[in-house]
């Protein structure tokens, strides 16, 4: 072990490391704002869209229909059909991708330089004058149900939804944005032309692009893409409860193993301690074999193959949230290590040497995250949507590295909740009573 | 569309091609290990790879799943190095590290700051030589390999399903025994089991160090030899010759049915010729026959007569193909039927397109557009360092040249519609395939 040592020392001096792209802030003639970071060496654009809120926009008796929009939305547009539409993407080599989840409709679009302002026409016609046919809804709908019915039968969503059910109370986090099979077989094509002036409007827009693009040619694309959008949309949902609450619930699930997840209140990301809690999160539940979770449920142990925890930030709650899959005949041993863990953390914080390694990590490991035009540009994006200033790349680590001993002890107290944990269970455990 | 679809549809990444040739370099240390520089300096991250040209296809009979066993064993320490301080220590600097295993290879990575390159090259060649394993560790981790197990295919049907139908196409070959091995041989696997197979392969001249990011060729070249260039190569490395399969005289099929099955689905696997050295034209016509025929969720031809009209059989449909492989590989395809449709009439209409596509081959629109696609991959891909960094680790572990990894795109686009057809009749002919229908099975009586 000793060579490690000199190693060690050498890396001690070593220039800090700073993510080092360089982000620029451009402004549309028509008013969009976006945020640019050029990349000129290959010849194609990665440009991420984001409309803020989502799924949670659903029209509470309509659930689903924001859903089988966004699946929709790429079915055709004008004269073109499914077909059509997809046949025009290909031929340009340029790649579509839309999605939502609980906050957001995500348009992901790849295009290359020698076809830009093609590209850019085909996407503008998908997300202004979306067809909806009744033929492609109707296709669509068969694949979210077959999904719906998938999820029936998966024990890593029938877990999250329950956790959900039980933390959320009536705001829409509480229920599975596919909708239900009752609630998408009702869908009518008007829910898509509703649902798609409902929220894929220019009042919620956050955009970003990275790669062979430059602010000037930037500005006007933006206009063009976006600017038939209608000005408002639908209003935001506010914030949901927390209504989580110590305990165990167990589904029964067939398999040799039990999926778990485990919870409680989580913090803001806006939160003067939210960096102290980063920290905190990942010395115990971090994804690397060092975290403490990983290292006594796994590695001493061998009751799991994975194990970690999150801190998770919607819109309009927060959680700390962990998963892992263990034996029936295991997972309640394993639970019972994770309650000591979170008393651990909670009453003795960590130590210095886990204080700076794991600084260590969080700031070495940032600039990683920059690796490629796409990813950038989906970066970009969601630090907007969380307030962040387009300095923060260049800002981010100094924030960790000002985390005091202290800071984390205190934060400890607070984050970590050992009575508050809820533990749902999906599966067959043996020796796992459930509380409620 | 394609994020509504149910399982992971096989995208472009087939088709993407290599770096252009002048952002690698390769060289081969004295001893035997060759090296591969990829250099991208567009952000100062490195990634560092060891690839071993050995996997679970190179497994001794009994002793399943000891190549994988072995891999997780590679993180429980060296004559310098304790018990878990490797990930430790690459986690310490800032940097990310994982491994893993195919039939075919196994491999090792690294993502770090590319300042912090020589010390991942010092702990990995000290791995490959001096690992040391604690009779206590070897249980834990066994442990984790049999939870692996569980989660990734005890737990899965379609996975079940797969081990089952692979069992099936390879009689004699170990392609058809699961890389993870089944669970009554990894509950015997032991620590001398482990050191069998890593003395046997783990070496400098069978490896194969990959490079990729921000880092010069004579840099690499200096670390390599510093903390690689010692290590003593091995004698006795065996010719990778593996028992090849009898002629299959008939068509093979099974039904699986579970509890857990939700949506029930026809799959189908053909034996089909992998890439060989000097050698790529039939698995490139192969590579775009898959592209053609299931590539698209919309514009594929199983997609078009399955998925779209105003009866439609099926819900989702797919076909693939990888030829990077030591020996043959698998053509396949699958459909979900409608919920309405019974499974040999969906099984009907996925052969009736095939059987179409056999006569008429393909569609000249639906060519020339693959062909666009194919020149753009290449553009794309070389976003993608670390992709690239995986693509030549693999395809250089499987016996592939240079030459056939940068000549791989221009194979693509060489293949005719002609050269489609022939190699479509010649591969999908099901007395050389595997059917196998997943079916859900009625909950027993509480």
Request: charged share 25%.
């Given at each position: ?282 010395v115990l539940g971090g994804g690397r074999f060092s975290a403490r979770l990983m290292t006594e449920v ?139 | ?172 070959h170990r392609y058809g025994i699961p890389i993870i091995g089944w669970k009554h041989e990894i509950e ?259």
């Open positions: 072990m000793k060579m490690f040592q000199i190693a060690a020392l050498w890396l001690a001096f070593a220039a800090p490391v700073h993510a080092a792209i360089d982000i620029q802030t451009v402004t549309s003639p028509g008013g969009i704002t976006a945020w640019l970071v050029e990349e000129p060496g290959i010849p194609f654009t990665a440009l991420e869209i984001r409309f803020r809120g989502g799924t949670s926009l659903d029209d509470p008796a309509k659930r689903g229909a924001i859903n089988l929009m966004t699946a929709t939305i790429e079915e055709g547009t004008g004269d073109l059909d499914s077909q059509g539409f997809a046949k025009a993407r290909d031929s340009l080599a340029a790649s579509f991708r839309f999605d939502a989840d609980e906050d957001t409709i995500s348009v992901s679009a790849q295009f290359l330089t020698e076809n830009r302002d093609q590209a850019i026409d085909l996407l503008r016609r998908a997300i202004t004058e979306p067809s909806f046919d009744q033929e492609a809804v109707d296709r669509v709908r068969g694949q979210v149900l077959a999904n719906i019915r998938s999820d029936a039968k998966d024990p890593d969503t029938l877990a999250s939804r329950a956790l959900r059910e039980l933390a959320f109370g009536d705001h829409p986090y509480a229920t599975a944005d596919d909708g239900t099979a009752e609630s998408v077989q009702a869908l009518t094509r008007d829910d898509m032309i509703a649902a798609h002036k409902a929220t894929m409007t220019r009042d919620r827009i956050y955009v970003a692009a990275a790669g062979n693009i430059s602010a000037p040619e930037l500005g006007p694309l933006l206009d063009k893409l976006l600017g038939g959008l209608p000005a408002t949309g639908a209003a935001l949902p506010g914030r949901a409860p927390m209504n989580l609450t110590g305990g165990v619930t167990v589904k029964d699930f067939p398999g040799p193993q039990s999926t778990v997840i485990f919870a409680h209140e989580g913090i803001k990301r806006d939160d003067p301690d939210f960096f102290a809690a980063s920290i905190l999160n990942e796994r590695e001493k142990r061998g009751l799991t193959y994975g194990i970690g925890s999150y801190l998770v930030g919607y819109d309009q709650a927060e959680m700390l949230v962990g998963q892992f899959s263990s034996a029936n005949g295991t997972v309640g041993q394993a639970i019972a290590v994770i309650r000591d863990k979170w008393a651990r953390i909670a009453n003795e914080g960590i130590s210095e040497a886990e204080l700076t390694a794991t600084k260590t990590y969080l700031t070495g490991s940032y600039p990683l995250r920059f690796d490629g035009n796409g990813t950038i540009a989906s970066i970009l994006v969601g630090m907007q949507m969380i307030g962040l200033s387009p300095d923060y790349p260049k800002t981010r680590n100094d924030k960790v590295n000002a985390v005091t001993m202290e800071d984390v002890k205190r934060v400890a107290k607070r984050l970590f909740r050992p009575d508050d944990l809820r533990f749902v269970v999906v599966g067959q455990p043996e020796g796992v009573v459930a509380t409620d | 569309m394609s994020h509504r679809a149910l399982w992971a549809a096989t995208c472009l990444a087939a088709l993407s091609g290599p770096a252009l040739a002048d952002d690698v370099t390769t060289f081969q240390l004295q001893n035997g290990m060759d090296v591969v520089v990829i250099e991208d300096h567009r952000a100062p991250v490195v990634t560092q790879m060891v690839w071993y040209r050995t996997g679970a296809a190179d497994e001794t009979a009994g002793h399943s799943g000891i190549a994988h066993f072995l891999e997780h064993l590679m993180f429980k320490g060296t004559d310098d190095l304790a018990p878990g301080e490797f990930s430790a220590t690459v986690e310490a600097q800032g940097g990310d590290d994982n491994a893993f295993t195919s039939w075919d290879y196994t491999a090792y990575f690294q993502r770090i700051a590319a300042d912090r390159l020589d010390l991942m090259m010092k702990m990995e060649a000290d791995r490959m030589r001096d690992l040391q394993l604690l009779e206590d560790d070897v249980l834990t981790e066994r442990n984790v390999i049999i939870e692996e197990r569980k989660s990734r295919t005890d737990s899965n049907p379609g996975a079940l399903l797969n081990e089952q139908m692979r069992a099936a196409q390879f009689m004699n015997q696997l032991d620590r001398q089991d482990a050191f069998d197979f890593y003395n046997r392969y783990y070496a400098p001249n069978n490896a194969i160090l990959v490079v990729a990011g921000d880092v010069t060729p004579d840099a690499v070249r200096a670390m390599a030899e510093t903390h690689y260039g010692p290590l003593q190569p091995s004698a006795d490395i065996a010719p990778r010759t593996r028992p090849s399969e009898p002629p299959q005289l008939a068509e093979r099929r099974l039904t699986y049915r579970d509890t857990r099955v939700s949506e029930p689905y026809v799959t189908r696997s053909y034996i089909a010729p992998e890439r060989d050295p000097g050698d790529q034209a039939d698995a490139a016509a192969l590579t775009i026959l898959a592209e053609l025929l299931g590539g698209s969720g919309t514009t594929s031809l199983f997609a078009r007569a399955l998925q779209f009209g105003p009866a439609p059989k099926a819900v989702y449909s797919t076909a693939y193909y990888d030829g990077t492989s030591v020996d043959d590989a698998t053509f396949g395809m699958l459909v979900v039927p409608m919920p309405d449709v019974p499974m040999e009439e969906a099984e009907a209409a996925m052969d009736a397109v095939v059987a179409k596509f056999l006569e008429t081959g393909p569609d000249a629109e639906d060519f020339a557009r693959m062909k666009t696609q194919i020149r753009a991959s290449e553009i794309y891909a070389r976003d993608n360092v670390e992709g690239l960094a995986r693509k030549y680790g693999e395809a250089l572990a499987v016996g592939l040249t240079l030459e056939d990894i940068k000549g791989w795109t221009a194979a693509l686009d060489a293949v005719t519609p002609e050269q489609v057809t022939e190699v479509a009749r010649k591969v999908l002919n099901r007395d050389r395939a595997v059917t196998g229908w997943l079916l859900p099975k009625e909950e027993p009586a509480q």
